[in-house]
């Protein structure tokens, strides 16, 4: 059974820097896309950054404040997030597919979720 779980999350002054971590089990996903994504209150779930045998993307809204990483040996995918902004606030996701897609900005995209850990910056 595939497990993603998601942890890191909390509150932070606005300016301030979290490091979020996605573990994942029940299968490796070395050739696999791992992402993040978010959704705010009222809002639908967006693409925050995704890491691709490809390449790396990010959203405009998180270029140069946001990195994705990934550790093969752990198992697990990282957010580094800089400068954090009161409209950063949401629910951070996790999420996984079995191979790259074009796709990778569309949660239609993607076979695997986790939970979520909630981010909330302070103003």
């Known amino acids: 059974q595939v497990q993603l779980v998601e942890s890191g999350g909390g509150l932070v002054q606005a300016g301030g820097s979290l490091r979020l971590s996605c573990a994942t089990s029940?299968?490796?996903?070395?050739?696999?896309?791992l992402a993040w994504f978010r959704q705010a209150p009222g809002k639908e779930r967006e693409f925050v950054a995704a890491?691709?045998?490809?390449?790396?993307y990010y959203a405009d809204s998180v270029k140069g404040r946001f990195t994705i990483s990934r550790d093969l040996a752990k198992n697990t995918v990282y957010l580094q997030m800089n400068s954090l902004k009161f409209e950063d606030t949401a629910v951070y996701y996790c999420?996984?597919?079995?191979?790259?897609?074009?796709?990778?900005?569309?949660?239609?995209?993607?076979?695997?979720w986790g939970q979520g850990t909630q981010v909330t910056v302070s103003s």
């Open positions: 999420a996984a597919r079995d191979s790259y897609s074009s796709s990778y900005r569309y949660t239609a995209a993607y076979q695997y």
């Open positions: 029940g299968r490796t996903f070395t050739s696999s896309t």
């Open positions: 890491i691709t045998v490809v390449g790396i």
